[in-house]
């Protein structure tokens, strides 16, 4: 993945996922579960055109809106940036993208070259909301149910 979060599920379901580990020796299929989740909310911003918080994101520019139209989706050109992915590595959850300009538009910086550079606003598409926290104690707590 080129640009990824690292989901810290510690503070939100620490102690589940040490129960899990003791009752099963693996939390792999709970953070699995926690990863689809996460895929599918983080897909869901490109609908709503929202970030983890709840916060719209900015407009598109003058320019963009020139060339692709006042009602064009925001970061949904062709929709391959909300292809969005996770991976389970050891105890951790990676959520992301492998689009290399995937980076600048949940960070915002400057692109283009030295006679068309233009400023990219932060569009955070990638984070966990309180939505997502709440799942995935759920999620943690029904595996736990499950190794019971």
């Not at 598109?60 to 809106?65: I, K, L, P, V």
């Not at 050891?90 to 910086?109: A, D, E, M, P």
Request: aromatic residues 4%; charged residues 25%.
């Amino acid at each position: 993945m080129t640009v990824q979060m690292n989901v810290d599920v510690r503070d939100t379901a620490s102690a589940g996922l040490r129960a899990l580990m003791l009752r099963t020796g693996s939390i792999s299929e709970c953070l699995d579960s926690i990863g689809g989740s996460l895929v599918t909310s983080t897909q869901q911003r490109f609908e709503d055109e929202q970030d983890p918080r709840g916060n719209t994101w900015k407009e598109h520019s003058e320019a963009t809106r020139a060339k692709r139209g006042t009602g064009a989706r925001i970061l949904f050109d062709q929709g391959d940036l909300a292809e969005i992915t996770h991976q389970v590595q050891g105890s951790k959850v990676l959520v992301g993208t492998n689009r290399i300009y995937g980076r600048i538009q949940q960070l915002g910086g400057e692109a283009g070259r030295k006679t068309a550079r233009v400023v990219i606003p932060a569009r955070p598409y990638l984070g966990i909301s309180g939505d997502d926290e709440r799942e995935i104690g759920a999620i943690v707590t029904d595996h736990l149910r499950m190794a019971a």
